[in-house]
C-alpha cells in the first residue's frame, strides 16, 4: 500500500518555521558580532605594533623609503610590506591622527574580508538546492565567536591579509569556463604576489598549484598548470631577489626572529603555552567550519573526492600544516585574538561550504543513522554554545563598555617590577594601566608628549616602541628585539653595540618577558656607570625607563621629567 503524500499545508508550515528559524538564527549572531566589533572599534586605537606600520607609511611619505630610521639602510622590518601602502594613503589623508590610518585599514579590509567571503560562498553554492541554507550556516559559523570582526580594530595587518587572500581564493573557487595560458599566468602571479601580502600565506597557494598539476589530465590542462606554478615560483623569487637588493635581506627581519626563534630561552615555555591556547581556542572559536569542513570524512573516500576538488584536498593539508608550523615553531609575540592562526579561516570557510553544498545535492540518507544523529547532534549542540555567546560577547561586551557593568577588560595589566632599581625581583605586582587609546600612552610613555620638542639627534631604546616609533618622528629608535635591526635580527642583541655604538639617550625597560636581555642590561658595567634609572617614586604613570647621563640632552630630560612631576 502506498504512503499517502505530506499534506500541503504541513510542508509549508515546516518551510516556513525552518525559514524564521534561519533568520532568527542569523539576526543574533549579526547582532552579537555587529555589538562586538563597535566595542572594539570605539575602545581602541590599535596595537602598539600596528603604530610601526606608520612610521614607515610616513617615511615613506617624505621620501625616506621604507627605512625605520632615516639616514639608515633601507629595512625589512614589516612582514606584512604591502599593507604600508594603504596605512600610507590613509596618512595623506588624516596626518595629524595618529590612529585614523590603522583603524580606517584595519575597518575597512575587514568588511571587504567579509564581502569577499560571502562571493566566496556565492560561487560554491551557486550549483546547490537550497543555497540560502549555505550562506546560514558558514556565515552563523564564521561570526559566532565575531570571527575576524575581533581584529577589525587592531590596526594590524590581519584583516588586509585575509581580505587578499580570500580573493586568491574566489579565483581558486570560480569555474574555469575559458580556460587559457594568460588566465594561468595570471593565476600563478597572484599566487606568487601574496609573498609581499604575507609571506606565510604562501603554503596556500603552493598547495593548490601543486594539486591541479598533479591532478590535471595530459595535454592543454596539464600545460596550464606547468605554467601557473612556475609563473608563481619566478614571481616570488623576483620578490626575493628584489627584497635582497633593496633591503640586504631577502626575508623579513621578523621571520628571523619569530620563526627561527632568535628570542632568548626563556621565551620558550611561556610562548609556546601561549601557541597552545591560541590554537585551541582558535579550534573552538570556529569548531562548526571545522567540524563542516571534515564532514564529508564520514561519507568515505568517495563522498570526500565528490565533495572536493584536489586543490580542496591540497587546501585541507595545508591548513593542517599551517596549524602545525604555528603551533611547534613560531614565537607568537603579540599572539592575542588567535591572529597566528587566522589565515587558516578563508579556506576553511571554503572547505566548509564546498562539504555544505555536497550534503544539499547529496543528502546523507545513505549513511547509517546513527552517524547522521551523531553530526546531527554535534552540530546542534555546537551552534547552541555559540549562539549563546555571540550573545553574550558581542552584546554584554558592548554594554560594558558603556559603564552598565565596569571589569578588568577596560584596562590591560601591566606587570611592573615592584623593586625601583631596575632589576628583577620575586615580586611582582600588577599595576592597571589603560593602554587602549593613544591618548594612554602618551600618558604612559615618557617623552611621548614632548618627542617633536626634542633635538633631532636624540636617540631611544626599548623592546615596546610601536607608538614611540610614531611620535618619534625622524629621531632615532633603536629596536632592541631585533625586529627593525638586521644585526640584532640575525646575530642577537648585542648589549656592549647597544651602550658603547647606538648610546641610547633614554632606554625603555625591556619587558619582563625578555628575562635574560634586561638582566644583561642592568648588570652591565657600563650601564650601571652612564645610566640614571629613575625611580618609580619620580617617575610616577610612566612605564619604566633610565636616561643617559652623559647625553648631551640630559639636563633637558631630567628638566622635563621634573616639569611633568610638579604638575602632578
Known sequence: MAESPTPPAAVSVAERAARLASIALV??????????????VVRRCGWDDAYM????????????????NPGEAPTYGLTALLYVVPVALLRVVSPASDDFALLASSIAFGVVLLAVLAWLVAIVASDAPRRGLVWVVIATGVLLELGPGQHFATGM?????LAIEALFLVAVARPQ????????????????????????LLIFPAAVLLAEFLAADAGGARRRAFVAGAIAAATVALQLCAAQLYFGSALPLPF???AVQAFEPSFGAKYDRRAAEELTAFVLHHAPLIVLALSPLLGGWRRLRRAFS??????????????????????????????FYYPALPPLVLLAARAAASWLREPPC?????????????????????????????????????????????????????ADDGEESPVKERTPIVLRTAANLRQAMFLALEFDQMPADLVVAGTEIGFVGLVAGDRRVVDLCGLHDPDFAKNGLSIDRLLEIDQPDVVYYPHPDYKAMRAELFHHPRFLAEYERIPRKER?????????????????????????????
Request: glycine residues 10%.
Open 177 to 200: 569556463r575559458r580556460a587559457t595560458t594568460a588566465r594561468a599566468a595570471l593565476f600563478g602571479v597572484f599566487g606568487g604576489a601574496l609573498y609581499s601580502v604575507r609571506p606565510d
Open 310 to 339: 584536489a586543490a580542496d584536498l591540497a587546501l585541507l593539508l595545508a591548513i593542517v600544516a599551517f596549524g602545525v608550523w604555528y603551533r611547534g615553531f613560531v614565537v607568537q609575540v603579540m599572539h592575542m585574538g588567535q591572529r
Open 27 to 40: 539576526a543574533v549572531v549579526l547582532l552579537g558580532a555587529f555589538f562586538g566589533i563597535a566595542a572594539d
Open 366 to 418: 545513505a549513511l547509517p543513522p546513527r552517524r547522521v544523529a551523531r553530526l546531527a547532534a554535534l552540530l546542534a549542540a555546537i551552534f547552541t554554545i555559540g549562539l549563546v555567546h555571540a550573545a553574550d560577547g558581542g552584546i554584554y561586551h558592548f554594554a560594558e563598555w558603556y559603564g552598565l557593568r565596569q571589569g578588568e577588560s577596560l584596562v590591560a595589566n601591566a606587570q611592573v617590577d615592584a
Open 53 to 68: 606600520f606608520t612610521r614607515y607609511a610616513d617615511h615613506l611619505l617624505a621620501g625616506d623609503g621604507l627605512r625605520w
Open 157 to 161: 595587518d590581519t584583516t588586509f591579509a
Open 540 to 568: 610616577g604613570p610612566f612605564l619604566p625607563f633610565a636616561l643617559r647621563k652623559t647625553s648631551p640632552h640630559y639636563a633637558r630630560l631630567h628638566a622635563l621629567l621634573e616639569q611633568r612631576r610638579a604638575a602632578r
Open 256 to 258: 628571523y626572529a619569530k
